[in-house]
């Protein structure tokens, strides 16, 4: 057993301890190491931006090497710089301003001295801060958990294509219904995950830089000739965020809000996936593959147990309940600032975690199962019954009188056979060719457009009823 054997089983929660390996490619964005690399960059990029900008003369105009070896300083940014800002923290117990002293040092070794006192100028601490958690969170969505979404949507589409002509049984209520495929209900999801995904990304991240209480004040004092308005949006824009200006001292974390609510949407599909998965798995009408070595139960030796489904649906509620958490608190701060957001903001990891924790199960449980379509046509055949709907339908496009209620008298709460049907259809009083097409139906036949709707990725290409 090695030293990080170790550390994992003795880790407090099971991201940092059994699922490490598993949310690992998180840490780079969400670790005390890495908001600490955020804040560097954050600080470093706002010095670049001050030498550049016009009318600031004591920010000495910087060279492009002088910029990149500044810029080397987050982009090269590794553990002793991490330790030793955490040196500094401990020290003044004060995380940002660890940031400024330790940069100080590094400009000092640099020899940008002169540009010592333009660090973390008329800064306060959430203009560093609300950058650098908007950065992560950013950065985080598009790099880690769309690449894991995109993953799953192909599975889930792959289902849809193959098993687009493969009949199934439909449960409303539990109940036995009209027949649908299994790919129409698979591309349901797909339809439904995609655009998911698509509100999500479309979600523009806000960042703001306007000091202490919001006003510009230590900026307007110090350079009254400075449009700081512009200056301030132009800075959040080159970050590559949304510039906001009319705030308190926080940012008010509304985008952010509305990117957990986003996430937390996409949570809820993909709960409902998993648990119809899981009874598909029940109902014989997935099969799962049995990997060698694994036990699925530790008495019953033949159970092969349907757990990344449940896995899934386990990791789904633990990050839907702290991304609640987050879209209700994080927007809501006494007066011009409280620092209750700021204890809460160093867990988003956590539901990023469990978001890409359930998303990489979901998806491995996905790859492991194959459609029994033998399954699937018998349990169909089984129940002749929902044709009764399309009997009643026929009957009422050829005037019959209240078929609904006859339909409802012969078959309603009872165990029909298909000649229990072709009987009934028998004593009807219709014409010949209507009493052919009543008896050639099949409850594998009554799909409607089932196979068209699992095929269909673009619904703006119907076009409008004219």
Same mark, same amino acid.
């Given at each position: 057993m090695t030293t990080d054997d170790m550390t994992r089983l003795a880790a407090l929660g099971p991201l940092d301890g059994r699922y490490r390996a598993d949310v690992a490619s998180l840490a780079s964005f969400f670790s005390e190491a890495a908001l600490f690399r955020y804040r560097v960059r954050?600080?470093?990029?706002?010095?670049?931006?001050?030498s550049r900008a016009r009318g600031i003369h004591f920010v000495p105009p910087l060279t492009p090497p002088q910029q990149a070896a500044l810029r080397a300083? /987050?982009? @090269?940014?590794?553990?002793?710089?991490?330790?030793?800002?955490?040196?500094?923290d401990r020290r003044v117990n004060h995380d940002v301003k660890a940031v400024e002293y330790w940069l100080r040092e590094r400009l000092t070794t640099l020899g940008l001295t002169g540009h010592l006192e333009a660090v973390h100028f008329a800064l306060t601490s959430e203009d560093v801060n609300n950058l650098a958690y908007a950065l992560m969170v950013k950065e985080a969505r598009e790099m880690v958990l769309l690449p894991a979404l995109e993953s799953l949507l192909e599975r889930i589409r792959q289902l849809a294509d193959e098993e687009a002509a493969t009949p199934m049984l439909a449960r409303t209520h539990g109940q036995p219904a009209t027949p649908t495929t299994f790919g129409k209900e698979m591309n349901v999801f797909f339809m439904r995950l995609?655009?998911?995904?698509n509100d999500m990304m479309a979600i523009k991240i806000t960042g703001k830089l306007n000091g202490?209480?919001?006003?510009f004040a230590a900026h307007h004092v110090a350079l009254p000739q400075i449009d700081w308005l512009k200056f301030s949006r132009a800075f959040v824009r080159s970050l590559d965020l949304e510039p906001i200006l009319l705030t308190t001292q926080i940012e008010p974390h509304d985008t952010l809000a509305a990117l957990c609510d986003a996430l937390k949407r996409i949570g809820a599909i993909l709960t409902d996936l998993s648990q119809d998965c899981w009874r598909y798995i029940s109902d014989g /009408?997935?099969?799962?593959?049995?990997?060698?070595g694994e036990v699925g139960s530790s008495t019953m030796p033949h159970k092969v147990n349907p757990i990344d489904f449940e896995n899934a649906e386990g990791n789904l509620a633990l990050a839907g309940a702290l991304l609640e958490l987050f879209s209700r608190k994080l927007p809501v701060s006494r007066l011009q600032r409280d620092l209750s957001d700021s204890t809460v903001l160093r867990n988003l990891g956590l539901a990023f975690g469990y978001c890409l924790l359930a998303y990489q199960r979901l998806l491995r449980g996905l790859q492991k199962v194959a459609v029994d379509r033998a399954r699937l046509r018998r349990d169909l055949d089984a129940h002749p019954?929902?044709?009764?709907?399309?009997? @009643?339908?026929?009957?009422?496009?050829?005037g019959f009188a209240e078929p609904y209620e006859l339909l409802k008298s012969f078959s309603r709460g009872r165990a029909l056979t298909a000649e229990d049907i072709a009987r009934f259809i028998d004593s009807l009083l219709v014409s010949d060719a209507v009493r052919a097409e009543l008896q050639a139906l099949a409850p594998a036949a009554y799909i409607g457009l089932a196979v068209k709707l699992a095929q269909l990725r673009d619904?703006?290409?119907?076009?409008?009823?004219t």
């Open positions: 954050v600080e470093v990029e706002y010095l670049i931006f001050l300083l /987050y982009r @090269q940014f590794g553990d002793d710089d991490a330790l030793a800002i955490a040196a500094w995609r655009r998911a995904i202490a209480s919001g006003v /009408y997935l099969v799962q593959a049995a990997r060698a019954e929902v044709l009764a709907e399309a009997i @009643q339908t026929i009957l009422r496009r050829e619904e703006a290409t119907v076009g409008n009823w």
